[in-house]
C-alpha cells in the first residue's frame, strides 16, 4: 500500500493540535505506520525543502521549521498521498476550504510564512525521498 509523510509544524503543536490531526487521520481510515517528534536542524530542512530553494519565502519557512518541535508521522493507505493532501487543504492557511485542517484550524498570521500547521508529501517520489530523511 501507499505511504506519505505528513509532518505536524511547530505551530501546530504549540498549539496542541497534534492529536485532532492523528484524530483525522485515523478517521479517515489510514493507519499510523511510525511516529516520531523530531527537532530537526537546518541540514534536514534543506534537504527537506530543496525545490524551493531561492524562493522568497524560502528563509522565514525554514527559521519557521526550526522554531519548534515538530511530529513526523509515517501514514499508510490507497492513495493516502492525495487523500492526507486533500484532509490538509490547500496551501493558504486563510481561504483553504473549512473541514480542511488548515480551514479549520489556520489562518495568516502577518508574517513572511504562512503557517499551515501539517505537511504532506505531494507525490510518491517526494514521499519516498522525504521517508528517507525524517525515518532514518
Ligand atoms: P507542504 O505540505 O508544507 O509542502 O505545503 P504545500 O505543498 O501546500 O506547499 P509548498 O510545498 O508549495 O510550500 C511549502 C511551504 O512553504 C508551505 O506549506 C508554506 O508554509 C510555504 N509557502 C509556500 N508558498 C508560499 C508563499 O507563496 N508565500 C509564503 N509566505 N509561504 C509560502
Ligand atoms: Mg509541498
Redesign the pocket.
Known amino acids: 500500500v501507499e505511504e506519505t509523510l505528513v ?1 505536524v ?1 511547530p505551530d501546530g503543536v504549540a498549539r496542541n493540535l497534534t492529536g485532532e490531526i492523528l484524530r483525522r487521520i485515523e478517521a479517515k481510515g489510514y493507519s499510523l505506520v511510525d511516529i516520531r517528534l523530531v527537532q530537526p536542524d537546518r541540514s534536514l530542512l534543506a534537504k527537506h ?1 530543496e ?2 530553494e531561492g ?4 528563509e ?2 525554514v527559521e ?1 521549521m526550526l522554531s519548534g518541535s515538530i511530529v513526523a508521522i509515517r501514514v499508510a493507505g490507497d492513495r493516502v498521498i492525495e487523500g492526507f ?1 486533500s484532509l ?1 487543504g ?3 492557511p486563510t481561504t483553504a476550504a473549512p473541514g480542511t485542517i488548515r480551514g479549520d484550524f489556520g489562518r495568516d498570521w502577518g ?6 500547521l ?5 507525490s510518491p517520489e517526494s514521499a519516498a525521498r522525504e521517508l528517507s530523511l525524517w525515518f532514518k
Do not use: C, I
Open positions: 509532518l509544524k525543502y525545490e524551493h524562493k522568497p519565502f524560502y522565514p519557512l519557521f493532501r490538509a490547500t496551501t493558504d508574517l513572511k510564512v504562512q503557517q499551515n501539517v505537511h504532506g508529501s505531494d
